[in-house]
């Protein structure tokens, strides 16, 4: 027959086994959130009603691909930036004319499809990058010499 103080160190064992089971099994649950989270996400969209084709199966698979290629174009945007030309006419004080334009330029490398779908005549597809996924941000070697502006270090007082 178990004593008292026996009790006590079997019911101390099992409340550390107890809680040692719950840290290990929170861990994994933490461990899958972990891999499911990124730094950026895009989504691209595409109306399959003004797609070309012949068929509807085809104007499909080209808001597919519309959407795929406008959710990279919106990654791009986020991981490099969006360059803006902006021209503005004024005469006797008074607006005449006002332009604005876009460019994204940039590889993207390592991104994921989270989800791809469509909601009545939308296809959408959701992108996911991680920047330890993008090699070419931080290789060194992979950036064009030629292109790459130096300036001389320059002291001001």
């Known amino acids: 027959m178990l004593r008292l103080h ?3 160190y079997l019911l101390f064992a099992l409340s550390v086994l107890l809680m040692l089971s719950a840290c290990s099994f929170r861990g994994d649950a933490e461990g899958k959130n972990a891999e499911q989270e990124y730094e950026f996400v895009a989504v691209g969209y595409a109306a399959m009603a003004v797609q070309q084709g012949e068929s509807d199966d085809i104007k499909m698979l080209n808001a597919i691909k519309a959407s795929k290629l406008e959710a990279y174009k919106e ?22 004319g006002d ?14 499809v989270l989800r791809t779908y469509h909601k009545g005549d939308l296809y959408i597809t959701e992108l996911g990058l991680n920047t330890d996924m993008l090699p070419n941000l931080k290789d060194e070697v992979r950036i064009d010499r030629g292109r790459v502006i130096r300036v001389k270090p320059q002291v001001y007082y």
Request: charged share 15%.
């Open 6 to 8: 026996q009790y006590n």
């Open 99 to 112: 332009a604005l334009t876009s460019n994204v330029s940039g590889l993207v490398r390592g991104a994921r």
């Open 75 to 96: 990654l791009a945007e986020q991981v490099y930036g969006v360059m803006l030309r902006s021209e503005n006419s004024v005469l006797k004080y008074q607006l005449q």
